[in-house]
């Protein structure tokens, strides 16, 4: 069974559906000896095939849509191609994020993009806030210790495993036991359309809160915007952000600030939730909960929402809680280890883009579509959770490419016809096209992205 086959599948969409869904174009796209470009094409396929069965729900018109490999894969790394006029954008990693050889000869790695990850990190290990002062402090560590370390204290790492010591983890075992697309429904409220009228997009009228950072759960967010969707985005003024990752994934989207430690945004936040369709979040299992915003209490303040859950780890087992990053699961999980056998090195290789990220976004948003669908047919709120690591067990299980590495490495100059150039605050932005080809309603973004707190918490 085809990647796309095996996702539409697992989200119960329409088999017909399928018929009108064609995928084009060489796996070999990327330099990887995973099926990166298949990955991509199955998880920009299907949501886009979710997006034409919202139309198609909503006016009875059927179309066509069609997914090259090349535009998949490359909108996989659009971070990589966005360009602030003629500079590159600012720089994505922390010059201590990286990979380090422990005392045992293990390799273990360090996610420092964020400054108080970064220096708590340098204050665990006791060394200078530096590249050499870090690598001679982690060479005094056993791997396994430092790991469990640097978990214990909440920080971001992950120690580099082969593919077969990660599968006998407690976390790996739990891993395995949840779907790749897990959609459950929370209540039995009253059907409810997807939105009003006859709509030219797929998701017109359809109000989207996301409340999430960095890639998986922007790019989601980003999807359901490039569709039609009113897609606000909440964030906190006090917490973290990468600036081109804010620009890259920000298209389509409006964006408020409001602190949930805060009583009185928190019942700003209520008041929008109240007249949302979808949630969705990317914080750790339980952490909106906390603050009131979980599932359950979104369905109670909002019957018939759709709450989209994305995580790291998954909510089972003993990790559930870990911070976690696309590297780190590639890492921990053997993909590192894998490309680096491959490329016949010690040190670990990462995939050539945020694959985990970038395909559990377009799962998310697929899920968010086929829910919005259920809703209308079988009334209800839903609950849509993904993880990173479940994706990667995907990823993993199609198998190797041989020769993979060998592919030539897609430069800025290569893509040009798949990108484009607007208009925003942040000056002229070059950055890559929605990747999918829809016969009746191409996806596009209607506004540039904004800095963060442009916008006042509230709908249109």
Known sequence: MKPVEELWRLAQGDPEALERLTISGDERQLPSVYRVSDLAAASVGASALAAAECFRHRTGRQQDVHIYTRR??????????????????????????????????RWIQLHTNFKHHRDNVVKLLGC???????????????????DEALADAGLCAALIRTPEEWALTPQAQAIAE??????????????????????????????VLD??????????????????????????????????????????????????????????????LKDADVFLQGYRPGAL?????????????????????????????PWSQRRGFDSLVQSASGIAWTEAQAAGQ???????????????????????????QRRATQGGSWHVRVALARTGRWLQSMGLIEDGQNVPDPQLDDV????????????????????????????????????????????W
């Not at 030219?200 to 359809?206: E, H, K, N, S």
């Open 346 to 372: 010690t040190q670990p290789r990462h995939l050539p883009c945020q694959a985990l990220d970038h395909a559990t976004g377009y799962l998310a948003a697929l899920g968010a579509m086929i829910a919005l």
């Open 72 to 105: 998949a894969a490359i909108a996989f790394r659009s971070e990589r191609y966005l360009r602030i006029g003629t500079e590159n954008p600012p720089e994505l990693r922390d010059p201590l994020m990286g990979f380090y050889e422990t005392r045992d000869g």
């Open 211 to 272: 409340l999430s950072r960095i890639i998986a759960g922007p790019v989601a967010g980003r999807t359901l915007a490039q569709h039609g969707a009113d897609v606000l985005l909440i964030n906190g003024a006090h917490l973290p952000n990468i600036a081109p990752l804010v620009i890259d994934n920000g298209r389509g989207k409006r964006s408020a600030t409001l602190d949930l430690r805060e009583e009185n945004d928190r019942e700003l936040l209520r008041a929008l």
């Open 178 to 207: 949840i779907p790749l697309l897990e959609i459950v429904k929370l209540d039995d409220t009253p059907p409810e359309p997807i939105g009003q009228g006859e709509p030219q997009r797929p998701l017109a009228d359809v109000r």
């Open 416 to 459: 040009r016809d798949m990108l484009q150039t607007i208009a925003s605050p942040f000056g002229p932005l070059t950055c890559t096209q929605p990747p999918e080809r829809m016969s009746l309603t191409p996806p596009y973004w209607v506004s540039p992205p904004v800095p963060i707190g442009t916008d006042q918490p509230r709908w």
């Open 289 to 317: 909960a906390a603050h009131g915003f979980g599932p359950e209490e979104a369905a109670r303040l909002r019957p018939g929402i759709v709450y989209v859950t994305i995580s790291a780890y998954g909510h089972k087992g």
């Open 128 to 146: 200078p806030n530096d590249h050499a002062g870090v690598t001679q402090a982690i060479r005094e560590w056993s791997g396994a210790s430092l």
